[in-house]
Structures are given as C-alpha cells and as structure tokens.
C-alpha cells in the first residue's frame, strides 16, 4: 500500500488544503475591504490605505506562520516548531488593531 493512500495522509493532505483555502481567502477579503474603505469618500482618512494593506499581510502571514509552525510540530513532534505560533500569539492582537484602524 503506497504512502499517499494511507487514509491518514489523504486526510492530512485535504486539512492542508482546506487551511491554505481560507487562508488565501481571508486575506483577499481583508485586502478587498481596505480597498472599498479607502474609496469611500465618507469614511474618515486615518491612514494611507497602502498601510492597511501592509498591515492585512502581515496579519495574514502571522496566521499562516502560525498554521505552518503547529502542523510540523504535530508531525515532528519537537516543541521548537511551535515557536512561530508563540510568536503569532504574542503579535497578533497588535497587527489586528493596526489593521482595524
């Protein structure tokens, strides 16, 4: 029996894919409501918008860090991977609030 067939690894394999779905989802998302605020004449100008673009990628590149980290560790089994998702815990609330802004 081949290694990919094994129902574990096919599972494994559609997590993986599902993850980066949303993960590429939420940024378009994100960087399509920046987009749509910045032209609203209405909406108060509290910063360039290419700001909040920046801000939105780094957010979702702290996510994807994250995600990334915690799937090798679960594989791996070595807690040193898991330092990617220490750091998106620590950093995320501040990114978010940037991004809000």
């Given at each position: 029996m081949s290694k990919l067939?094994?129902?574990?690894?096919?599972l494994s394999l559609v997590r993986l894919i599902c993850i980066a779905c949303v993960?590429?989802?939420?940024g378009n998302v994100l960087r399509s409501a920046a987009i749509l605020l910045a032209l609203d004449p209405a909406?108060?100008?509290l910063g360039h918008p290419r700001d909040?673009?920046?801000?939105?990628?780094?957010?979702l590149h702290l996510v994807v860090d994250a995600e990334t980290g915690e799937r090798v560790?679960?594989?791996?089994?070595?807690?040193?991977?898991?330092?990617?998702f220490r750091v998106?815990?620590?950093q995320y609330r501040e990114i978010l609030a940037a991004v809000a802004l």
């Open positions: 067939s094994a129902p574990q690894t096919q993960a590429v989802l939420v909406a108060p100008q909040a673009l920046v801000n939105m990628h780094q957010l560790y679960l594989l791996a089994g070595e807690r040193v991977h898991l330092e990617a998106a815990r620590d």
